[in-house]
């Protein structure tokens, strides 16, 4: 396999956590390892421009700006055709690889362009779930249906558009996009991701021994419905008193989140864990008997792929606009979405049916076989052998 050097363009990879900057991490650590040379442009934190090192990379940052809603965490930056140019040409870049459709996306594929540089976008955005916050007087549909227009556009900069499943793939064919796409799963390291005693992790949280734990880990954002699993708490408990609900993940409505558990007379069996460290993911998994994404879009699902190595059964909500709802395979069900009896309905199976959960437990485990991340490496670095082009014009 040919080595190359490879400009990852990607605001926010630099701290900000979220499905597509984790995974932009991991894949650049493994190619790193394989021997390829990475450098990153991004944004730069709190607006700051200039070349420093993230994790090893050298990291290009430019002026930024914060986006609303993000914890203080995303910001969106602003290079110059010119200064990504010269950094194509400083560094000998031969594939340039922009995973969100933002403006550094668009001017890091002009500057490729102009010096004859293979072009890799990574489709890892999906409008259903940036606009569930609209006002409601906004025509939320008219913005979908735009925004994929723009994603469409975007994209066909490049030779190649990597989806991360085949739903997001049809999720850009189907609005008439005319792109070479390739399906590559965003994988999970099944070595890392394993089940392990979550006993420290429970007696930091002060979550209660002896009760059966449903796990939710992601933003506490509109898309992700943590409202449905609070909600459908109650109609657990009822028949099911030795539940306990573990809430893993940090975001703007935390707050909306604890006074619905509080409202509801749930909030004794809710435990809110907020941000966690790696380690601590891992346990917050292994603490689980029943993995739960209420999600309403999702373009995969990397959280359900780490629950799975993990040994835990799903309950994922059956949304039109989820990638996630093809991991239930004989290791979970389905509910409606935003149904929060629906999910109690099929929680309490789960709950009442240990060799169920069991039989479940080991599918999920099985089947994460299929995703393992250095297969999804292999396919990219194939990927990058077909459109690198050495032509650099100095």
Known sequence: ????????????????????????????????????????????????????????????????????????????????????KKILIDEKIDVVHYM????????????????????????????????????????????????????IWVYGQADVTVCPSKFAERALLKRGAKLKTAVISNGVNRKHFRRIDPRAFLKKYQIPAGRKRLVFVGRLHPEKSVDTLILAAPYILKHYPAAQILIVGFGHLQKYLEKLAKDNRVEKNISFCGRVSPAELLMAYSAGDIF??????????????????????????????????????????????????????????????????????LRSYTNSRSYDILKSVDKLEAIYDSVARRNIRH
Do not use: W
């Open 100 to 151: 969100t459709p933002t403006i550094s996306a668009l001017v890091a594929a002009k500057a490729a362009q102009s010096l004859g540089i293979g072009l890799v976008a990574h489709n890892h955005t999906q409008p259903e779930n940036l606009f569930l916050e609209a006002p409601k007087f906004v025509p939320a549909k008219s913005l979908n249906r735009l925004f994929y227009r723009y994603m």
């Open 292 to 361: 739960v994404l209420p999600s309403l879009a999702e373009l995969e699902g990397m959280a359900v792929l780490e629950s799975m190595c993990c040994k835990n059964p799903l309950l994922i909500a059956n949304s039109k606009e989820s990638a996630s709802v093809d991991f239930v395979d004989g290791n979970g069900f389905l509910f409606a979405p935003k149904d929060p009896k629906d999910l109690a309905t099929k929680a309490l199976i789960l709950l009442k049916n240990e060799k169920m959960r069991k039989k479940m437990a």
């Open 1 to 84: 396999m040919k080595k190359h050097n490879i400009s990852i363009v990607c605001d926010g990879v630099t701290g900000t956590i979220g499905g597509s900057f984790i995974s932009t991490m991991r894949f650049s650590e493994i190619l790193r390892k394989r021997g390829h040379k990475i450098i990153l442009i991004t944004s730069g934190r709190r607006g700051t421009p200039g070349v420093s090192y993230y994790k090893g990379f050298k990291t290009y940052s430019f002026f930024s700006v914060l986006l609303p809603k993000t914890e203080g965490q995303l910001y969106l930056s602003f290079p110059t055709v010119s200064q990504i």
